[in-house]
């Protein structure tokens, strides 16, 4: 199972930029299924000055720092724009940032996704794949389960 992240206000369609994006859906996908584990809201991003990034990274006014926060235990983000920087500040989490048509369906990805899973072929997924297996025997190793 992987665990992905979309940009869309409407919790429908991949329909935002995501360092601008008013929400992030975030589901847990496998073969044949996928669970919405969660959405968070964002106020709109404001503009600081003549340019909008304007030397307000890693400081307060940084909007992106929260959605970080929020996907950093994703393996990938689907958006219709990533600005190099977020796209920097994502690999550097291992988050692998995915650029998609605005307005293209959430249902129709988590179908893509499911069956790359499924089927393989997809060096992004076939990746994430394997650091899931990898952190779940790893928790599991953290975690024993103690016998009665």
């Not at 998609?100 to 393989?120: C, F, K, M, Q, Y």
């Not at 297996?133 to 389960?145: D, G, I, R, V």
Request: a negative charge; aromatic letters at 6%; proline letters at 4%.
């Amino acid at each position: 199972m992987i665990r992905i992240a979309f940009a869309t206000s409407d919790r429908k369609t991949v329909n935002h930029h995501f360092g601008g994006t008013e929400g992030l859906a975030i589901y847990d996908v496998a073969p044949g299924e996928a669970n919405l584990l969660g959405y968070a809201a964002f106020p709109p991003a404001e503009k600081e000055g003549e340019v909008v990034r304007d030397g307000i990274t890693g400081s307060v006014q940084d909007k992106v720092l929260v959605k970080l926060e929020f996907v950093k235990d994703c393996h990938a983000v689907y958006a219709h724009s990533i600005g190099s920087s977020s796209t920097r500040r994502l690999m550097q989490l291992g988050v692998q940032p995915v650029i998609v048509g605005e307005g293209t369906e959430i249902l129709d990805l988590l179908n893509e996704i499911s069956l790359a899973l499924a089927h393989g072929g997809v060096a992004w997924i076939d990746r994430a794949k394997e650091k899931a297996a990898l952190e779940a025997s790893t928790s599991q190793e953290a975690y024993p389960e103690v016998a009665p």
